[in-house]
């Protein structure tokens, strides 16, 4: 089956900082979602990006699926961002189910 | 205003044991999902639902049964627990693929952590 790895595993920054998280796939995806889990545990939608650029406030998503990887940039880093975030592909042909990456934890201090 | 109800939240089981987790949601939605969390692993497709009398296989369904007998709600049970079924299970759900989005995009759960002794 598909294969998805992000990187980097975890991620330590003081507030104000800029980040890079990327997520790789193994092969052709019809959509591919970036989850935010807080730190209570609850996950979040981010974006849904199958290709292209989407922008959030600070946070924006990258899809370069011919090259199969997605990358989501958070910029100027708050407290709140702290969590793991997942990358998730719907693989091609469409399945009806979403496979998860294996998350970066990012750690925002003060 | 639920959205996707877990329970229960917690449980301890002893080796042996068997349990049913409830997943229901108010949404109408056609799909459901059960996942599990790792530590390392990310979350993992035990059994999905794509409607009603439904259920099928995911990554990691040995174990495990389900059965969708109503829409808005989506079993998961654990015939005779083992300590690798320690985990924190989440249960979602989603009208599937839509014209809208293009992307079939999931509710999730708060989540119940069960750890077998």
């Known amino acids: 089956g598909i294969q998805v790895e992000q990187s980097p595993p975890d991620l330590i920054l003081q507030e104000g900082a800029n980040s890079t998280l990327r997520c790789n796939f193994s092969?052709?995806?019809?959509?591919l979602q970036w989850f935010h889990q807080n730190p209570w545990g609850q996950l979040i939608n981010l974006f849904y990006?199958?290709?292209g650029t989407k922008q959030n406030g600070r946070l924006s998503a990258t899809t370069v699926a011919t090259e199969r990887y997605s990358l989501l940039y958070i910029s100027s880093s708050q407290t709140t961002d702290s969590g793991v975030y997942f990358c998730?592909?719907?693989?091609?042909?469409?399945?009806?189910?979403?496979?998860f990456g294996t998350g970066t934890r990012l750690q925002v201090f003060p | 205003n639920a959205g996707v109800t877990q329970t229960p939240k917690f449980r301890v089981l002893k080796t042996g044991q068997s349990m049913t987790l409830l997943c229901a949601q108010d949404?109408?939605?056609?799909?459901m999902y059960w996942y599990r969390q790792d530590p390392g692993m990310g979350l993992r497709l035990i059994h999905y639902?794509?409607?009603?009398?439904?259920?099928a296989k995911g990554e990691v369904p040995d174990g495990y049964n389900v059965s969708r007998l109503k829409k808005q709600n989506f079993l998961l049970g654990l015939e005779s627990a083992a300590p690798s079924q320690t985990s924190v299970y989440f249960c979602?759900?989603?009208?599937?693929?839509?014209?809208?989005?293009?992307?079939?995009?999931?509710?999730f759960g708060a989540g119940s952590r069960l750890t077998v002794l």
């Open positions: 639902s794509v409607g009603e009398g439904t259920t």
């Open positions: 979602a759900s989603s009208y599937g693929v839509t014209l809208e989005s293009g992307a079939n995009v999931l509710t």
């Open positions: 949404m109408n939605h056609e799909y």
């Open positions: 990006i199958p290709s």
């Open positions: 092969d052709s995806v019809n959509n």
């Open positions: 998730a592909v719907d693989p091609f042909p469409y399945t009806d189910k979403l496979i």
